[in-house]
């Protein structure tokens, strides 16, 4: 028996929009307060079930960028908090890409693939983490001096 993916379809739009608007309502509630641990928890396991389902329906853009989004927030998890308003902005930049990226298919149109440069910021750390933004540790350490004889 044939797959309705008319249905799956549905389905994934309806759960999208539903797991969005928690991101939303969870990013507003870390504008207020950055270390509001359920709130991290609820934009971690979001971006988790939207990258799932994007990816069993195999669309691999909106299954790439929730992916980078709920690696992030298992930095953020460990961390305990967003790590200032620059993350907090790239959160937000990240969920209305992913917004755009549903409402695409619910154009019945193929989502394009997510912004690479988007991709890049959420996967690199915070100079906090000593990621690629951050100076390279040989610049941090001071040359030996020079012994004279």
Do not use: N, Q, W
């Amino acid at each position: 028996m044939p797959l309705d993916m008319a249905k799956y379809r549905r389905l994934f739009l309806e759960e999208s929009a539903e797991h969005l608007g928690e991101i939303g309502h969870a990013l507003l509630a870390l504008e207020k307060e950055l270390a509001a641990a359920e709130a991290i928890d609820t934009v971690f396991r979001m971006a988790h079930s939207i990258k799932s389902m994007a990816a069993s329906l195999g669309f691999e853009g909106i299954a790439e960028l929730a992916h980078r989004m709920e690696d992030r927030m298992e930095g953020v998890r460990r961390d305990g908090r967003v790590r200032g308003p620059e993350e907090l902005a790239l959160l937000f930049r990240a969920l209305e890409t992913l917004e755009s990226m549903v409402a695409t298919v619910a154009d019945d149109r193929e989502p394009a693939p997510a912004d690479p440069a988007l991709l890049v910021a959420l996967g690199e750390a915070s100079p906090a983490e000593g990621g690629a933004s951050a100076a390279p540790a040989a610049s941090r350490v001071d040359p030996p001096k020079k012994v004279r004889p």
